[in-house]
């Protein structure tokens, strides 16, 4: 199983939570932002149904491949 981890940063002047290289909107306090991760990460957690998914790789290619919608990561916020 994939684990995530969304960490709080500071970010434009306020707080954020990041995930890899992406970043939420910025909070005017880091508990704001804390409390959005934490509900961010719960969210990532809920089984959704199984679909078919298309998307196109950085080559250019298409892909068709079945998403598991019970296969959902394990996720943690950290300060």
Do not use: C, K, N
């Not at 719960?42 to 298409?62: K, L």
Request: no cysteine; charged share 30%.
């Amino acid at each position: 199983m994939t684990q995530i981890t969304y960490r709080i940063v500071e970010h434009d002047g306020g707080w954020a939570y990041r995930l890899g290289d992406t970043y939420s909107e910025t909070f005017g306090v880091r508990a704001d932002a804390h409390a959005a991760a934490v509900r961010a990460a719960r969210e990532q957690r809920v089984s959704d149904a199984t679909a078919w998914i298309e998307y196109e790789t950085a080559d250019g290619e298409w892909v068709t491949e079945r998403a598991d919608g019970h296969d959902r990561p394990q996720t943690d916020v950290e300060d």
